[in-house]
């Protein structure tokens, strides 16, 4: 119903920068929030950054400063530009979208979904 295509995962040292993309298709038509989740081996997924229909952005206190969430609105598209990069930001980067769309019993109703997600590994 929902499908969450993320990319630009990579191999960076550190202090350098990389730029994820995630683009929302399917019966979504009506996105609320998108937000990109971390998880790193032997680790709990956690939120990294997320923005609302609104523009309104939330951060995880370690990347303040050094990460900013966009969105494009008119392609359900949400980017995570990474600068400063450290080798504690190394995990699997998902990018989760949430809104308005059909359901599969065809009525309209709250949709999520996740990406696949894309490695980011940071080296020192």
């Known amino acids: 119903q929902v499908r969450v295509v993320e990319s630009g995962g990579g191999l960076v040292q550190v202090g350098g920068s990389l730029r994820l993309s995630c683009a929302a298709s399917?019966?979504?038509?009506?996105?609320?929030?998108m937000g990109w989740y971390r998880q790193a081996p032997g680790k709990q997924r956690e939120l990294v950054a997320a923005?609302?229909?609104?523009?309104?952005?939330d951060y995880t206190d370690s990347v303040k400063g050094r990460f900013t969430i966009s969105r494009d609105n008119a392609n359900n598209a949400v980017y995570l530009q990474m600068n400063s990069l450290r080798p504690e930001d190394t995990a699997v980067y998902y990018c989760?979208?949430?809104?308005?769309?059909?359901?599969?019993?065809?009525?309209?109703?709250?949709?999520?979904?996740w990406g696949q997600g894309t490695q980011v590994t940071v080296s020192s």
């Open positions: 399917g019966s979504i038509f009506s996105i609320n929030a």
């Open positions: 923005v609302t229909s609104s523009g309104s952005t």
């Open positions: 989760h979208a949430e809104g308005l769309g059909i359901t599969s019993t065809q009525e309209m109703g709250i949709l999520s979904g």
